[in-house]
C-alpha cells in the first residue's frame, strides 16, 4: 500500500458503499442459467464456456431430459451427446469434459455434486469459477465469481491491482462482506456488461460516478456516455 493508496479501512467503506448501490441498481441480479440441481447448473455451467447462457438454455432441456444422473452422462454415446451439445461450440472437449464429470462423480462422490470447493475443482472441466457459481448458486454457499467483468471492474474500484482471478478473489473477499459474494458477482457481471464496459466504459451515465476512483476512463459527457449503455438482453 502507498501513501497516496486509501487505508484499508476506507477502501473497505468505499467497497461496501458501492456494492450497497449494485443492490440497488440491479435488484434482481441473477444467473441467467437454467437449473434445477447441483448437476444441472455444474453443466450448463461448463457447457456456458465461449458461447451464451441463452444458446446454453435452448440445449439443456434435451440435455437434462436425456442425462438426469451422473451415471447418464458416465454411460454417454459420445457422437449422441455431441450432437445435443455442437450449437454451443467445442463440443468435442465439452463431451469429454461431460463423460468425464459423470465418471468422477459416480466413481468418487457417489454419483453426487460434492458441495465442496476443494473436490468440486478435481472435477473435469470444472475450475475454480465454475465451481463458485455451483457452490453459491446451488448450494447456497457464498462464492467470488471472477470472471473477466469481475475483474475488470474490481481492479477499476481499486479493490485489487491483480490480474490474476484466484488474486483477485482474496482481495476482494477482504473487502465484502461474505454473505453477499455470489450476488456481488452477479451485479458486477451485470453492471459490466451494461455500463463499464471494458473498452469505453459508460461514466458519464453511470450511477457509481461519485464512489469509483476510475471515474473519467470513459466518456463522461452524459449524452455520450449514455449512447454506450448497452439495456440487453444479453444472456
Ligand atoms: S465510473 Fe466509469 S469506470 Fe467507474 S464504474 Fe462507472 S463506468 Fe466503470
Known sequence: MTAESPSHTALVRRA?????????LYPDAHTELNFTSPLELL???ILSAQTTDKRVN???????ARYPTAADYAAADRG?????IQSTGFYRAKTNSLIGLGQALCDRFGGEVPPRLKDLVT???????????????????????????????ARRFGWTTSLDPEKVEADVATLIPRKDWTVLSHRLFWHGRRVCHARRPACGACALARLCPSYGEGPTDPEVAAKLVKSGPFS
Open 80 to 84: 449422441e451427446m455431441e450432437k445435443i
Open 16 to 24: 461496501r458503499r458501492i456494492n450497497r448501490e449494485l443492490a440497488l
Open 58 to 64: 435452448m440445449v439443456t432441456p434435451t440435455l437434462f
Open 123 to 153: 472435477l473435469p472441466g470444472v475450475g475454480r469459477k465454475t465451481a463458485n457459481v455451483v457452490l453459491g448458486n446451488a448450494f447456497g454457499i457464498p462464492g467470488l465469481t471472477v470472471d473477466t467483468h469481475f475483474g475488470r471492474l
Open 43 to 45: 453443466v450448463a455451467t
